[in-house]
């Protein structure tokens, strides 16, 4: 019966940008693939989530959005409330959500406790009900001090102690410890298990209709420009156009995916002076599509955000990162290691002379290496191990299993 199913909640703030979402995504797709018996349902507060296309058994509640303000308070996305409000009737819906699916799993995505403590009485309701909870990692969060600063003032580390099960990170350990730094509680870090990241298909239809305009226009072969969101992409973008007008000759024509985000005025001003330019002829602002982009693509130039770098891993793409220092230095971080690795090239924009040496980046990106010639064993292994991880789950008891140690054969 359809009723005896089995169910997993996944929890998304998205106050800002794509990457919680479309990790989310992922990781419910892939389980309603390996898994006939189960639904999943993502709670999330980002403006764009009815712009995916889900599988059956993968559905959604949005939450009223919020945005991150330049001094880092919040504020309503489209309601005419004050944040407290807002944050009111988000933490009512996120808990009557939850009581009402009755999930045998609770995933929560990167925020122990959910933006300003949202989740916290949904943690209660489900811990007390026997529910298997889990907080899921991106492989960075920040350089340590910083985090250590962030958690202690949201009082997250005890959370970690009092109700997760386990703590998955969406990476791998030679890669970094997202929680390196933080003073962990007597059996906490016994719980993290690293999966590998996540990989990422081809979607069926292959490209939109907008994405095959837009490669049309550019012409093949073609390097795709991306900066996720695109909230904070205009200096990614202002490089590679400076690149482009430094030397018309470069041999990859562009094709430049701005970003749901990106200030409309920011917008028209890069679309105007990429106009200008011959070789920089496809210019979109969003494709929900984009593992279609990235697999036509010969290479990639992006910030280097983790689902961008997941996808750059899964298609094989020699890729240079740009990567941002503000707010957080989880792309930086994330963008050297993976270069001492040998995965991709990171490019330092506050070197003299960033146009020319753009240009010689983007000329010789054809010929740089793939991240498959830097040998990594289960690199790419987070979904098949997060099915394995839902299966022990939800076959152990929550009350028991708070303390005890992951098997070491689950650990990449």
């Known amino acids: 019966m359809a009723g005896d199913s089995t169910r997993i909640l996944i929890y998304s703030h998205d106050s800002f940008g794509l990457g919680h979402l479309r990790r989310c995504r992922a990781i419910a797709s892939s389980l309603v693939r390996a898994r006939r018996d189960l639904s999943v ?38 309601l005419h409330l004050a944040f407290d409000e807002v944050l009111a009737l988000r933490e009512s819906i996120i808990r009557h959500t939850a009581e009402a699916f009755r999930p045998d799993m609770l995933i929560v995505d990167k925020e122990p406790l959910g933006l300003r403590g949202e989740v916290s009485a949904t943690l209660d309701l489900l811990r007390d009900r026997g529910t298997y909870l889990v907080l ?22 005890p959370t970690l102690r009092d109700y997760y099960d386990r703590i998955w990170v969406y990476g791998l350990g030679a890669i970094c410890n997202p929680l390196a730094g933080i003073p962990l509680p007597p059996g906490v870090s016994e719980r993290m298990v ?9 979607p069926a239809r292959g490209y939109s209709e907008t994405a095959a305009e837009a490669v049309a226009a550019a ?5 795709l420009v991306t900066s996720g969101g695109g909230g904070d992409g205009e200096a990614l973008f202002d490089q590679v156009l400076a690149a482009y007008e430094h030397d018309p000759e470069l041999p990859l024509s562009a094709v430049l995916l701005l970003g749901p985000f990106m200030p409309a005025a920011v917008r028209d001003a890069l679309r105007a002076r990429a106009a200008a330019i011959e070789r920089v002829s496809g210019v979109l602002t969003f494709d929900p599509r984009v593992e279609a982009l990235m697999e036509g693509a010969t290479g990639i130039v992006a910030m280097g955000g983790y689902n961008t770098f997941c996808e750059i891993l899964s298609f094989d793409k020699p890729a240079i990162l740009v990567p941002r220092l503000e707010p957080r230095m989880e792309q930086f971080i994330r963008a050297s290691r993976a270069q001492e690795l040998g995965l991709v090239r990171m490019f330092n924009p506050g070197l003299p002379e960033p146009a020319r040496r753009m240009a010689e980046a983007l000329r010789s990106l054809p010929d740089q290496s793939r991240p ?23 076959v152990s008891d929550p009350a028991r299993s708070r303390g005890r140690p992951v098997p070491a054969v689950r650990a990449v």
Do not use: C, H, Q
Request: aromatic share 10%.
């Open 219 to 223: 012409g093949e072969p073609y390097m």
């Open 136 to 157: 899921g990692l991106r492989d960075v969060l920040d350089e340590p001090a910083r985090l250590a600063d962030e958690w202690a003032r949201k009082n997250a580390v």
């Open 194 to 202: 690293y999966t590998g990241y996540l990989r990422r298909e081809m």
């Open 41 to 78: 349902l993502i709670v999330s507060g980002s403006p764009l989530i009815g712009s995916f296309e889900f599988p059956a058994r993968v559905d959604f509640v949005r939450v009223p959005g919020v945005t991150k303000l330049s001094n880092g308070e919040y504020s309503s996305l489209t």
């Open 372 to 394: 498959s010639d830097a040998y990594m064993p289960g690199l790419l292994d987070g979904l098949e191990n997060i099915d394995a991880l839902v299966g022990e789950g939800l």
